[in-house]
């Protein structure tokens, strides 16, 4: 197999023809041309304990044996409340729940719609807005776009995205003030980091 190969798939850069790679196995990738690679961002910064433990592949498949998936609208099951608990003894105690998404993008829009719910359910159905950082990152889909301050990504979106105020200044007390269109004029426009408080 070729990078030519690749012609049925739709690439991150159209314009762009990517390795193919064959393995991976602790921080290294190898490539179909012979040639390895360090992944020196682990995936993106996903895959932090490196490739292939093998501890991890004979759980997984230990479970996938069992069930490879199962509808979280109806059921639940056992690793699923194990990893919960586990994850709740690590955070910090406020934080004592654990909902499961499938990726980051997910989890902020997930966040989001979470406190939309919970203002609804203690009585302030006008507060919907989120207030974020100018270059913050919260994921490419439009939710989590619309709340992420990266002027080049957004500016072909801009009729699409939320109602978000996005702040040059971690301090909210600054942030109505600062707050800057979401029209693309504004968007193309490096914003001003804000000096430190
Ligand atoms: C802080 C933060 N939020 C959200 C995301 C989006 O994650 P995903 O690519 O899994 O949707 C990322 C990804 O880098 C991130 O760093």
């Known amino acids: 197999m070729k990078p030519s190969d690749d012609k049925y798939l739709f690439h991150r850069d159209i314009t762009k023809s990517y390795p193919i790679m064959e393995k991976a196995e602790g921080i290294y990738l190898y490539g179909l041309d012979g040639r390895k690679y360090i992944d020196g961002v682990g995936g993106i910064?996903?895959?932090?304990?490196?490739?292939?433990?093998?501890?991890?592949?004979?759980?997984?498949?230990?479970?996938?044996?069992?069930?490879?998936?199962?509808y979280t609208g109806q059921f639940v099951t056992e690793p699923q409340l194990r990893l919960a608990k586990k994850i709740a003894q690590l955070a910090p105690p406020h934080l004592s729940k654990v909902f499961f998404v499938s990726g980051g993008a997910e989890a902020t829009e997930t966040a989001l719609k979470?406190?939309?719910?919970?203002?609804?359910?203690?009585?302030?159905?006008?507060?919907?807005?989120?207030?974020?950082?100018?270059?913050?990152?919260h994921g490419n889909t439009i939710g989590a776009l619309s709340m992420s301050g990266r002027p080049l990504w957004r500016k072909n979106f801009i009729p699409l995205l939320l109602d978000s105020k996005l702040s040059n200044s971690a301090s909210t007390s600054l942030i109505y003030s600062q707050a800057v269109s979401r029209e693309p004029s504004a968007c193309r426009r490096r914003p001003q980091i804000a000096p430190r408080r």
């Open 45 to 70: 910064a996903v895959v932090t304990i490196g490739h292939g433990v093998e501890e991890i592949l004979d759980v997984m498949m230990e479970q996938a044996r069992k069930a490879c998936f199962i």
């Open 114 to 137: 979470m406190a939309r719910q919970y203002h609804l359910e203690t009585g302030n159905p006008s507060k919907y807005r989120v207030i974020s950082r100018w270059m913050s990152y």
